[in-house]
């Protein structure tokens, strides 16, 4: 059975709303995580970053709308954070064999 790139970036916003840990199991093992400035490489480094950002900051993300053309799929969201006013990002998922092997993620508005 294939896994599409929406399907991918569905399962990902999924566990993300729930805080599981377990989004990383959705991730190549060269997989990389780029956005504001930083690249993160390698899936311990990705395991790292998603333990620390659920701990720390507890985001949680409301999904606008997710669209894909083959095995890159974008998705427009709201990440709730505790204590501040939701931001407005695109996330940018390249998949492949079921994984995401990027994710890219940019602010659509400046913050205030």
Same mark, same amino acid.
């Given at each position: ?47 790292? =970053?998603? /333990?620390?950002? #659920?701990?720390?900051? @507890?985001?949680? &993300?409301?999904?606008? !709308?997710?669209?894909? %053309?083959?095995?890159?799929? =974008?998705? /427009?969201?709201? #990440?709730?954070?505790? @204590?501040?006013? &939701?931001?407005?990002? !695109?996330?940018?998922? %390249? ?15 400046? &913050?205030?």
């Amino acid at each position: 059975m294939t896994v599409s790139a929406v399907d991918v970036a569905t399962e990902y916003f999924v566990r993300m709303r729930a805080g599981d840990p377990s989004v990383v199991d959705l991730f190549s093992d060269d997989a990389e995580l780029i956005g504001l400035g930083d690249r993160v490489t390698g899936i311990a480094a990705v395991r790292e =970053f998603y /333990e620390r950002t #659920i701990r720390d900051a @507890g985001p949680v &993300p409301e999904v606008l !709308v997710i669209a894909a %053309e083959g095995d890159v799929a =974008f998705a /427009e969201i709201l #990440i709730a954070v505790p @204590g501040i006013d &939701p931001i407005h990002v !695109v996330d940018r998922f %390249e998949t492949r064999d079921g994984r995401i092997r990027s994710l890219t993620y940019f602010l659509a508005d400046a &913050p205030s």
